[in-house]
Nanobody, 124 residues
Framework: QVHLVESGGGLVQPGGSLRLSCTAS????????MAWFRQTPGKEREFVAA????????TYADSAKARFTISRDNAKNTVFLQMNSLKRQDTAVYYC?????????????????WGQGTQVTVSS
């Protein structure tokens, strides 16, 4: 089992930045690919970014490219999502997920463990 806890969400103005963190406990998270997904009311959860076990390979949704950066610190069992130039449409609950799989999957069903989510609201 891997227990994931997200933090760092909040209210930010358009154009602002936030850094989300996801701390893992239980089995060694360095054996897991990690990802961020997000969901708004009435919509399906969507992929944002993923990072492989070593941190050397990342992938992003088109909506996140050039604005968001995913990274990980395996020594601290933590994954980060740095979000810059935030837009109102980035408002969502952001979820951290872990998958015992090689590569950087963007498919929700491949992820085994999920956090509770953290709310990000972009509004003036």
């Amino acid at each position: 089992q891997v227990h994931l806890v997200e933090s760092g969400g909040g209210l930010v103005q358009p154009g602002g930045s936030l850094r989300l963190s996801c701390t893992a406990s239980g089995r060694t998270s360095s054996n897991y690919a990690m990802a961020w997904f997000r969901q708004t009311p009435g919509k399906e959860r969507e992929f944002v970014a993923a990072i492989d076990t070593s941190g050397g390979l990342t992938t992003y949704a088109d909506s996140a490219k050039a604005r968001f950066t995913i990274s990980r610190d395996n020594a601290k069992n933590t994954v980060f999502l740095q979000m810059n130039s935030l837009k109102r449409q980035d408002t969502a609950v952001y979820y951290c997920a872990a998958a015992r799989i090689l590569g950087v999957p963007s498919t929700e069903s491949l992820y085994d463990f999920w956090g509770q989510g953290t709310q990000v609201t972009v509004s003036s």
